[in-house]
Nanobody
Framework: QVPLVESGGGLVQPGGSLRLSCAAS????????IGWFRQAPGKEREGVAC????????YYADSVKGRFTISRDNAKNTAYLQMNSLKPEDAAVYYC????????????????????WGKGTLVTVSP
C-alpha cells in the first residue's frame, strides 16, 4: 500500500495560481511514477500530468500545457502540481496517483493503469 495524501486545493480567481502537493507514505521506493488526474461534476476522470522517476520525463494534457508544471521531491516522497493561469474549466477534484509501471508516463499515464489513488482535493476557480 502507498497511502497518498493531497493538499493545496481551494478557491482561486480566474488567472490565479495554486500548488497542489501529494505526499506518499508507507512502503515506497523511488521506482514509481506520480500523476495528477481531475474530475469535474458530470465528467469522466482525466489525466492532467505525470512524471517518471527514472528519467524525469513528463506528460501533460493539451489543456494544461504551458500553464501547469509537475515536479517531485524524491527525498520527501512528495509530488507537486503548480497550476498557473487557472481557468473556470480547471475546476475539479484533483487526484494524485501512483503507478509502478515503468512505461506508464510514456503511455501518457492512463487511468486504468493506476496502482494507487489519493482521495482528492477540490479546486474551485471562480470570480
Amino acid at each position: 500500500q502507498v497511502p497518498l495524501v493531497e493538499s493545496g486545493g481551494g478557491l482561486v480567481q480566474p488567472g490565479g495560481s495554486l500548488r497542489l502537493s501529494c505526499a506518499a507514505s508507507g512502503s515506497t521506493s523511488d521506482d514509481y511514477a506520480i500523476g495528477w488526474f481531475r474530475q469535474a461534476p458530470g465528467k469522466e476522470r482525466e489525466g492532467v500530468a505525470c512524471i517518471s522517476t527514472s528519467d524525469g520525463s513528463t506528460y501533460y494534457a493539451d489543456s494544461v500545457k504551458g500553464r501547469f508544471t509537475i515536479s517531485r521531491d524524491n527525498a520527501k516522497n512528495t509530488a507537486y502540481l503548480q497550476m498557473n493561469s487557472l481557468k473556470p474549466e480547471d475546476a475539479a477534484v484533483y487526484y494524485c496517483a501512483v503507478d509502478i509501471d515503468p512505461m506508464w508516463v510514456q503511455a501518457m499515464c492512463p487511468a486504468y493503469g493506476v496502482d494507487y489513488w489519493g482521495k482528492g482535493t477540490l479546486v474551485t476557480v471562480s470570480p
